[in-house]
């Protein structure tokens, strides 16, 4: 189960990332970089943890989602409804599936 999350994670992560394109929010410097940074972080420690024991991944991919859904408010992009929208909405999945995946029954014990 747990590799299933990090797949889902991959795929919201990547999703996230693209979003500046896909929405054309490219030329918002704030909404375009929060996106590209928070998608890149969830990105690649969601395939990272698809070969890890550990869940720290996850704890991180959390915190990054935390941090994702205010970023509309703090790097004031609330203007701009598919960016903030689509940061809000991925956000929080990522944090759900970041928390189910780090208490997950089949996780794996770290050394």
């Known amino acids: 189960m747990k590799n299933t999350l990090e797949w889902v994670n991959v795929v ?9 394109w896909i ?3 490219t030329g918002n ?3 375009a970089w929060s996106a590209w940074i928070i998608g890149g ?10 070969s890890d024991k550990g869940v720290w991944e996850d704890w991180v991919n959390a915190l990054a989602a935390l941090i994702g859904f205010f970023t509309p408010w703090f790097v004031k992009y609330t203007s701009l409804g598919a960016a903030s929208w689509n940061m809000w909405i991925l956000a929080v999945a990522i944090f759900v599936v970041a928390l189910w995946a780090a208490y997950s029954p089949t996780m794996k014990t770290t050394t």
């Open 12 to 20: 919201l992560g990547g999703w996230l990332f693209l979003s500046p």
């Open 23 to 25: 929405f054309g929010f």
């Open 41 to 50: 972080v969830v990105l690649i420690l969601a395939v990272w943890a698809l």
């Open 29 to 31: 410097a704030g909404a």
